[in-house]
């Protein structure tokens, strides 16, 4: 799944219509996925945290204002009116125990529902070195 992204609105530099013959548009059109996302999500930050927190699946992210794609990844375990605590998966999808403490004012955009996140969650989930 190509998954779902928030991205801060003072964030968004430029956005255009994707011209009819762009690759992207044309495979959405052949996946039949350009309305396939009908569910309305929140707006606003803390409610969508609240909600992908009883989704029980990882989130990235983003912090750095670099266009990097740089993002840390885990489990949404404390949400309040300015704070988010994520339980962190390393990028070799383990859970690692620590926490990770974020400012709702310094988040600039989340993922989930990707298939990189899938992969994560289930190499967290799973016992270390394939044992059971």
Do not use: M
């Not at 009908?38 to 990882?58: F, I, V």
């Not at 926490?99 to 992969?119: H, K, N, Q, R, V």
């Amino acid at each position: 799944t190509p998954g779902l992204r928030w991205i801060r609105a003072n964030e968004l530099v430029d956005v255009q219509d994707l011209e009819s013959d762009h690759p992207a548009l044309r495979l959405a059109k052949l996946r039949r996925s350009l309305t396939r996302h009908t569910t309305t999500e929140p707006t606003d930050l803390e409610s969508l945290l609240r909600r992908l927190q009883d989704a029980t699946g990882p989130i990235a992210v983003y912090t750095t204002r670099t266009g990097s794609g740089e993002c840390l990844v885990g489990y949404v375990d404390t949400v309040t009116s300015d704070h988010l605590a994520l339980a962190e998966i390393d990028a070799h999808g383990t859970a690692t125990l620590e926490t990770i403490d974020f400012s709702l004012g310094e988040i600039i955009a989340i993922d989930w529902d990707t298939d990189y996140l899938a992969a994560l969650d289930e190499l967290a989930r799973s016992p270390v070195n394939g044992e059971p």
